[in-house]
């Protein structure tokens, strides 16, 4: 399970990497005013779907029961129910993009009705039509995506999310030497999202196409029970998504609330998507098969490591994300037109935003338990009521602290998530720790706590005055000895070691 999880965590980091140019391009494109606040509603929209589907939801359902089909009927059967799975979910994501497109205005009022009345709802509405097309692709992506991981075959699906940001970000640096006028910048980088979402199915389609077949569409009773269970499971694993909305619909009322938003929660997808996209695409078929077989040591050894890889990144990426909240976002984003005025509040916003990160990657660590037992009605009751909490805390606290406090909304919404599932998790079949867990978890607290104590020490030595690639380079080596420093201080613990590292790795590859 190592060996997989550093596959996809590789590619996940490099898709984020590719993220982090690709906000920061709009941020100087469009700086953080009412057409930024248009393309960043629009775009969130999308990025919804596009979590909800291609990297991780989806996954979620098909991977136990495409294993099932295999395991009881053969390879033959597996593969016609996975043509099937194709053609009706593909039918199914064309069909919701002609009648969402019709119906554009109603759905941008409804997350962003703080736009009702001004120019801002006009541009959304228009950036999301753009912006649709890739919801057509994000269908066949998707089963391609999850029949693969099912198979141990994470190279391609880790990679391939690349293709998307390569193509955004090659149009965007056209846009910035022109020097387009935002509101036209807006709507060729919302075009461009439908490219880019052929050039990821078409880079699948070559190798995924033969495990689906034959194609077709199909609601027969097998298909209409895969699609109940799936639903659900695929609305639970976007839960971070669904809780962005919510802000967002409270923040739609408040100029530029949108956008600082927005760019505060990019910095919290880079260690969600490593720990969050790799536990979902590797734990789940770990956790299925454990499940299936009935071996108590195995379920254990499976959510043992989980929640130990869950702690061990979320912890130290909280606390150095709180504590070099500044110097980060205006290393990204102080271009252009994204101001000094705009990187202060986008700070602070991610300073309570960040509290929600532990969070969402319990939930990312304890949803793999339930789908593995197919059942993802709990994760998604969880998440319904997770997005309730976090629209009323952050009507309630966004009226007070404004940016910040909603913000802080959507964090109580993410431990609301975590809690029930914990809660209801140990009430229904119990989480199994071993020894080996109890033993290394507090000591991960411990190595967190250090390194964050000794980055904020380090922090008020970073150059304020200094030229910009000079500010840069040295929030670069802080950032690298804050990791290297967390590595060590794990070593020492007796957490675990690079030896020990390299030989899971090895074992895996052996296996």
Same mark, same amino acid.
């Given at each position: 399970?190592?060996?997989?999880?550093?596959?996809?965590?590789?590619?996940?980091?490099?898709?984020?990497?590719?993220?982090?140019?690709?906000?920061?391009?709009?941020?100087?494109?469009?700086?953080?005013?009412?057409?930024?606040?248009?393309?960043?509603?629009?775009?969130?929209?999308?990025?919804?779907?596009?979590?909800?589907?291609?990297?991780?939801?989806?996954?979620?359902?098909?991977?136990?029961?495409?294993?099932?089909?295999?395991?009881?009927?053969?390879?033959?059967?597996?593969?016609? !129910?996975?043509?099937?799975?194709?053609?009706?979910?593909?039918?199914?994501?064309?069909?919701?993009?002609?009648?969402?497109?019709?119906?554009?205005?109603?759905?941008?009022?409804?997350?962003?009705?703080?736009?009702?009345?001004?120019?801002?709802?006009?541009?959304?509405?228009?950036?999301?039509?753009?912006?649709?097309?890739?919801?057509?692709?994000?269908?066949?992506?998707?089963?391609?995506?999850?029949?693969?991981?099912?198979?141990?075959?994470?190279?391609?699906?880790?990679?391939?999310?690349?293709?998307?940001?390569?193509?955004?970000?090659?149009?965007?640096?056209?846009?910035?030497?022109?020097?387009?006028?935002?509101?036209?910048?807006?709507?060729?980088?919302?075009?461009?999202?439908?490219?880019?979402?052929?050039?990821?199915?078409?880079?699948?389609?070559?190798?995924?196409?033969?495990?689906?077949?034959?194609?077709?569409?199909?609601?027969?009773?097998?298909?209409?029970?895969?699609?109940?269970?799936?639903?659900?499971?695929?609305?639970?694993?976007?839960?971070?998504?669904?809780?962005?909305?919510?802000?967002?619909?409270?923040?739609?009322?408040?100029?530029?609330?949108?956008?600082?938003?927005? !760019?505060?929660?990019?910095?919290?997808?880079?260690?969600?998507?490593?720990?969050?996209?790799?536990?979902?695409?590797?734990?789940?078929?770990?956790?299925?098969?454990?499940?299936?077989?009935?071996?108590?040591?195995?379920?254990?050894?499976?959510?043992?490591?989980?929640?130990?890889?869950?702690?061990?990144?979320?912890?130290?990426?909280?606390?150095?994300?709180?504590?070099?909240?500044?110097?980060?976002?205006?290393?990204? !984003?102080?271009?252009?037109?994204?101001?000094?005025?705009?990187?202060?509040?986008?700070?602070?916003?991610?300073?309570?935003?960040?509290?929600?990160?532990?969070?969402?990657?319990?939930?990312?660590?304890?949803?793999?338990?339930?789908?593995?037992?197919?059942?993802?009605?709990?994760?998604?009751?969880?998440?319904?009521?997770?997005?309730?909490?976090?629209?009323?805390?952050?009507?309630?606290?966004?009226?007070?602290?404004?940016?910040?406090?909603?913000?802080?909304?959507?964090?109580?919404?993410?431990?609301?998530?975590?809690?029930?599932?914990?809660?209801?998790?140990?009430?229904?079949?119990?989480?199994?720790?071993?020894?080996?867990?109890?033993?290394?978890?507090?000591?991960?607290?411990?190595?967190?706590?250090?390194?964050?104590?000794?980055?904020?020490?380090?922090?008020?030595?970073?150059?304020?005055?200094?030229?910009?690639?000079?500010?840069?380079?040295?929030?670069?080596?802080?950032?690298?000895?804050?990791?290297?420093?967390?590595?060590?201080?794990?070593?020492?613990?007796?957490?675990?070691?690079?030896?020990?590292?390299?030989?899971?790795?090895?074992?895996?590859?052996?296996?």
């Amino acid at each position: 399970m190592f060996r997989s999880f550093l596959t996809v965590s590789s590619g996940t980091l490099a898709s984020r990497l590719l993220g982090f140019v690709r906000d920061s391009v709009i941020a100087a494109l469009l700086g953080a005013g009412p057409v930024a606040d248009a393309f960043l509603a629009a775009f969130q929209l999308v990025n919804v779907v596009r979590r909800l589907l291609s990297e991780g939801g989806l996954n979620a359902a098909l991977v136990p029961a495409w294993l099932r089909v295999r395991d009881g009927d053969g390879e033959a059967a597996a593969r016609a !129910f996975a043509g099937r799975v194709l053609g009706t979910v593909s039918a199914a994501v064309i069909a919701a993009a002609l009648v969402i497109g019709f119906a554009m205005p109603l759905v941008i009022a409804a997350i962003a009705p703080g736009f009702v009345g001004r120019e801002t709802l006009q541009l959304a509405v228009d950036n999301a039509r753009l912006m649709l097309p890739y919801l057509a692709f994000a269908g066949p992506v998707t089963v391609m995506m999850a029949l693969l991981n099912a198979q141990g075959r994470f190279t391609l699906t880790a990679f391939s999310p690349l293709l998307f940001n390569i193509a955004l970000i090659a149009v965007m640096a056209v846009l910035l030497a022109r020097q387009q006028e935002p509101v036209q910048a807006a709507l060729v980088m919302a075009a461009t999202i439908g490219v880019a979402g052929f050039l990821q199915l078409s880079m699948l389609a070559l190798r995924g196409a033969k495990l689906a077949a034959p194609l077709r569409i199909s609601f027969d009773p097998e298909m209409r029970g895969f699609l109940g269970r799936a639903v659900p499971g695929m609305v639970a694993s976007s839960a971070p998504q669904w809780l962005m909305v919510a802000g967002a619909v409270i923040a739609s009322t408040s100029p530029s609330a949108v956008s600082w938003l927005y !760019f505060a929660n990019r910095l919290l997808e880079l260690p969600l998507g490593i720990v969050g996209v790799a536990m979902g695409t590797v734990l789940i078929p770990e956790m299925t098969r454990a499940v299936r077989s009935g071996e108590h040591i195995a379920i254990a050894h499976a959510e043992s490591r989980g929640l130990e890889l869950a702690v061990g990144l979320a912890l130290p990426a909280t606390l150095g994300l709180m504590v070099l909240s500044g110097p980060i976002v205006r290393m990204l !984003f102080e271009h252009g037109a994204f101001t000094a005025e705009d990187s202060a509040a986008t700070a602070q916003a991610l300073i309570w935003l960040t509290l929600a990160l532990p969070a969402h990657v319990l939930v990312k660590a304890l949803s793999p338990a339930f789908f593995a037992r197919e059942d993802t009605m709990t994760p998604l009751l969880a998440t319904l009521k997770a997005i309730v909490v976090a629209i009323a805390a952050a009507f309630l606290l966004g009226h007070i602290f404004g940016a910040s406090g909603i913000a802080a909304g959507i964090a109580l919404g993410a431990w609301s998530n975590a809690l029930a599932l914990i809660r209801k998790g140990a009430a229904t079949f119990g989480f199994s720790i071993d020894p080996d867990a109890r033993r290394r978890l507090p000591r991960i607290l411990a190595a967190a706590l250090a390194m964050g104590a000794l980055l904020w020490l380090a922090e008020g030595a970073l150059p304020t005055a200094a030229h910009g690639l000079v500010q840069a380079a040295s929030l670069l080596v802080l950032i690298a000895a804050g990791i290297a420093g967390y590595g060590l201080l794990l070593q020492l613990f007796g957490v675990t070691g690079w030896r020990e590292a390299v030989n899971a790795v090895r074992q895996r590859r052996a296996a």
